[in-house]
């Protein structure tokens, strides 16, 4: 049975009608993108809940065994080739029952965004293509398409025409731009609507990315 994972939450306004569930970064834990909140100009639609959940905390081989917050293990730098399979279904695992838990409270999965950067928009493009029911759209920021062999075979039509919004640094060294641009190739290739975006930074997050983003949330959320 998958442990729940414990999560930062915010509302914009007293009974929300939609989500965002929101996965950080290798290293970092749910408060990492709180402070992006207030940033996003989002007053115009209905009312929302973030939900920031915090990774386990796993012993990461790249960097040296350390334990810490990560969504799945990075065994090579080119872990855009060799992924820990295992722990990306796991963390796919994890974020349906997150989805779930916001269904039981109300919010129909058509109103939840799965948003994540880097290791965490892995577990966002993962999870949602594969995902059995409709969801409102897929955020993912500086990552990349983990287990894109299996994505043909396992993906599921009811996610087919749910919005993609892609962002990546031109000058990322981390989780390289070209990946970021394979990633959104294969995935037109299989029919997908990808909204792309690319801004001159490295592997973070930059206020012309966050406006893109609160434009592309208010037209894909019902106001």
Not at 79 to 99: C, M
Not at 100 to 117: C, K, T, Y
Not at 163 to 179: L, R
């Amino acid at each position: 049975m998958t442990t729940e994972l414990e999560c930062v939450e915010l509302q914009s306004r007293a009974t929300p009608q939609a989500s965002i569930i929101w996965l950080h970064g290798l290293g970092a834990d749910g408060h990492d993108f709180v402070p992006i909140v207030r940033e996003l100009d989002l007053e115009k639609i209905l009312p929302l809940r973030f939900v920031f959940p915090h990774a386990p905390v796993i012993p990461v081989t790249i960097n040296s065994g350390y334990p810490m917050r990560a969504w799945y293990d990075i065994r090579t730098p080119d872990f855009a080739q060799r992924e820990d399979e295992a722990g990306v279904r796991a963390s796919q695992a994890a974020i349906e029952q997150l989805i779930q838990r916001e269904n039981e409270r109300g919010i129909p999965s058509e109103r939840i965004v799965l948003a994540g950067f880097s290791q965490g928009g892995a577990i966002t493009l993962h999870t949602g293509l594969r995902y059995p029911h409709k969801l409102a759209g897929l955020l993912a920021l500086s990552t990349y398409l983990p287990v894109h062999e299996a994505v043909a075979s396992e993906r599921h039509s009811a996610n087919q025409d749910t919005p993609i919004f892609m962002a990546h640094g031109t000058q990322d060294t981390i989780v390289q731009f070209a990946w970021g641009q394979q990633t959104r190739a294969r995935l037109e290739e299989m029919g997908y609507r990808v909204e792309w975006h690319e801004y001159p930074m490295q592997h973070s997050v930059c206020a012309d990315e966050v406006n893109d983003i609160g434009q592309w949330l208010q037209r894909i959320l019902p106001s």
